[in-house]
């Protein structure tokens, strides 16, 4: 049986080990706000937004957020939305063969090698964010500082993500995400009906790829 690629999945493990490097580095949490089984996602955005009010604001610190590795995943409760702050993070640096910075880069591997089978290797974006990473991997990010390399981990799945996004839109009737739609598609051009194979954020992957690790 084929493995499958999840997005959401890829995306909540880079955050859950940038989360983990953040505190092994010795960086306190301004605020842990955990996902709630059958709230909104409106809601938990504005308890996050009042966490982060009361600890000088989003813009003062670093927001990950993903579904526990082990937990149920995507929909459950098993996960949370941490912030820590940025300056904090600017100040401290990361050492040489440190573990956890290792993790997170093997995570962003992860989202990167999925993000190349479903654009494919020739797609700018996906080249864009495998050089990135490329960069990052003959350090393995000693002596940059957790701030650096947090937001380089995450800024880089951007717009390959949006990339999927636009692609994607063409395989549901009516579209998905439709204000990421390329001029061609938002002019009614006909699409095929589904896209083969898994549910919205899957894809298929060959025998050969890894089982997928989750996007927001």
Known sequence: MADTVNL????????????????????????????????AMDEHIN??????????GLTANVVTSGHHADGKGYGSGDGKTVGHPAEKLRQTIIPKDDENAKSVIEA?????TDFKFLLGDDDPDAQTAQGQLNLVKKTDGSGMSLFDFGVLMIQMMFKPTQAIARAHSGTKKGGHA??????EAQQGQEQPAEAQGGAEGEAQA????SAAPEAP
Request: aromatic content about 8%; glycine content about 8%; proline content about 7%.
């Open 8 to 39: 959401k999945k890829n995306y909540s493990t880079l955050n859950e080990r940038l989360a983990k490097l953040f505190d092994e580095s010795g960086v306190r949490r301004s605020f842990t706000v955990p996902y709630v089984l059958g709230q």
């Open 47 to 56: 308890a996050v937004g009042a966490a982060a009010a009361q600890n000088g």
């Open 108 to 112: 962003a591997q992860k989202c990167v």
């Open 178 to 183: 439709p204000q990421l739609r390329g001029p």
């Open 206 to 209: 060959p025998e050969d790829q």
